[in-house]
């Protein structure tokens, strides 16, 4: 490896986490408040960047890459159809987050319904984060910064095996690092900065890859030659053969997307950290602008990368990695390995701070012990993430080999999304469903699900239908069963939703325009690509 890399490489890392340090050293990290919700102090800029960065992992950079590979632009659904759930979170879901004051999403099923609808949403959040979510971040991450920096020529460790448990502990126990003895201020800065490092990065690699394509004839000479030479692979219409069929958007697609952006634990935490209800929706907006731009530096990568290394057996997951390392200059190349780290590192520690908050504040002091001080809740939390960390850097490895590991990752999620994204929407929009219907939807939709992938006869299904109509199948069945027994056993007062007084409520005067703007672009973006 060059040494001019490894230099960018930890010059880029030491310079985001002194930053971070400097800004963030006299933060609270002894109280929930402080730990959780950032004090309940993020402006727009923080929650958009923060927003940003926590989905922008090497899940995406090298999933969603991947899969363009080999289907092409129709997977950009994943980033353009972000952006309608993000105008739902603005405008529908956020101000009634705000109003609850919650810290979890699980939290907010217990206002709505009762205790022990929280407890079960909690253990769905924290099996699916420790055995879905967590791991899938550690091994993508690990296998693009294989590709990207040689670590195999760098370490001299000819297993590919043993470099793979090497990599992915060494990125888990920094990043635990970070999110255990930082809280979610410190996660949210490093965000940030390394947002900002991401999305210049993901540019440079589009510029650096036309240019590849064109002989150095320049990206608009690039673009020429990729859409005469793989036409097919520039239709934003997705075929029936390919993940994403187009009619799939309006069904399981949408709805993943809807939970991810929405309901997700993992994601939304920031922005119950928001100063006001304003600033969240300056932030979810502005993000919402920034998902429009992914399909360039997401999506595009992959479909340069099928343009060059088709013929020479390259994996799809492995395409991304190969990309950077061959058309980055080798200075360009460290910056973006250490950006990489941090867009690792984000996600992860991200994860394991809604893991612990949901935790400590929803099973140790809602059941363990409830009469626990703030430093025994704090405390309770850094000894879980250490296990959840541990869990999830063992179980990463184990996850080699799998076709397409973003549409791995999607498939997965579905199994818990459905169920949560059900009951929190009928939570929100009646006043008599009783708690016994979201328990029974909860459990009983998580199991449909499995069932539906991976028992017989069950799992002829997803083949009849595809597997995204299949999880809006059962969306619509859990939410009609919802509703009849709130017809059958009503609730004996009807629920009122009460203003914490936590922030203030009042919205910011731009965010239904901004919102209609965005929707309309999406539709604009689809038209122009359409095959």
């Not at 759930?85 to 999403?105: D, H, N, Q, Y």
């Not at 099973?363 to 993430?385: C, D, H, M, T, W």
């Not at 731009?510 to 689809?526: H, K, R, S, T």
Request: aromatic residues 12%; neutral net charge; contains cysteine.
């Amino acid at each position: 490896m060059h040494a001019l890399t490894l230099v960018s490489f930890l010059f880029f890392t030491g310079l985001v986490a002194f930053v971070t340090w400097r800004l963030t050293r006299q933060d609270d990290h002894k109280s929930t408040t402080g730990l959780f919700l950032a004090g309940r102090s993020l402006t727009f800029p923080l929650i958009a960047g923060s927003l940003l960065m926590t989905n922008l992992s090497t899940e995406q950079m090298v999933g969603l890459n991947g899969s363009a590979f080999n289907d092409g632009l129709s997977v950009m659904a994943w980033e353009v159809v972000a952006v309608i759930a993000l105008v739902l979170l603005a405008l529908f879901f956020l101000p009634r987050f705000l109003r609850s004051g919650i810290a979890t999403v699980p939290e907010l099923l217990e206002i709505r319904f009762d205790k022990g609808t929280q407890r079960i949403t909690n253990v769905i959040f924290l099996l699916a984060y420790a055995v879905i979510l967590l791991p899938i971040i550690l091994y993508s991450g690990a296998m693009g910064l294989q590709g990207m920096l040689d670590l195999e020529g760098m370490t001299g460790i000819q297993s590919p095996t043993l470099l793979l448990w090497m990599t992915v502990w060494l990125v888990g126990l920094i990043g635990a690092v970070y999110a255990l003895f930082g809280g979610l201020r410190t996660v949210a800065v490093s965000d940030t900065l390394n947002g900002i490092g991401l999305l210049v990065g993901g540019f440079v690699i589009v510029y650096f890859g036309l240019q590849a394509v064109s002989d150095g004839g320049g990206i608009m000479a690039g673009w020429e030659t990729l859409k005469q030479s793989n036409p097919d692979k520039l239709n934003s219409i997705g075929g029936e053969d390919q993940q994403v069929p187009f009619f799939t958007l309006f069904t399981g697609v949408f709805l993943i997307n809807v939970f991810y952006w929405t309901t997700n634990q993992q994601i939304i935490q920031r922005t119950f950290a928001a100063k006001n209800l304003a600033e969240g929706q300056k932030g979810v907006l502005l993000t919402g602008f920034f998902k429009l731009l992914g399909p360039i530096y997401l999506v595009l990568p992959g479909i340069i990368a099928y343009h060059l290394y088709a013929d020479q057996g390259i994996q799809a997951d492995e395409a991304y990695g190969h990309l950077v390392f061959n058309v980055l200059p080798p200075y360009l190349t460290g910056f973006f390995a250490a950006v990489m780290v941090g867009a690792i590192l984000s996600s992860f520690n991200s994860a394991l701070n809604s893991t612990t908050t949901m935790f400590s504040l929803g099973i140790y002091k809602g059941v363990l012990n409830p009469e626990a001080s703030e430093a025994q809740v704090v405390r309770a939390s850094k000894i879980f993430g250490w296990v959840m960390a541990v869990i999830a850097m063992t179980i990463a490895p184990l996850l080699a080999g799998q076709d397409s590991l973003f549409g791995y990752l999607q498939k997965m999620n579905a199994i818990y999304f459905i169920p949560i994204l059900a009951v929190v929407l009928v939570g929100f929009l009646t006043r008599r469903v009783p708690a016994m219907a979201a328990k029974i939807a909860l459990v009983g939709g998580c199991l449909m699900i499995f069932a539906g992938y991976f028992i017989p006869p069950f799992n002829k299904l997803p083949t009849v239908m595809h597997e995204f109509h299949f999880v809006a199948s059962v969306f619509v069945l859990l939410v009609v069963g919802m509703l009849i027994i709130g017809k059958l056993r009503p609730r004996t007062e009807a629920w009122t939703h009460e203003d914490s007084g936590a922030v203030d409520l009042t919205p910011w005067k731009g965010a239904v325009p901004v919102g209609i703007v965005l929707v309309i672009l999406v539709v604009i973006m689809y038209a122009a690509f359409a095959g």
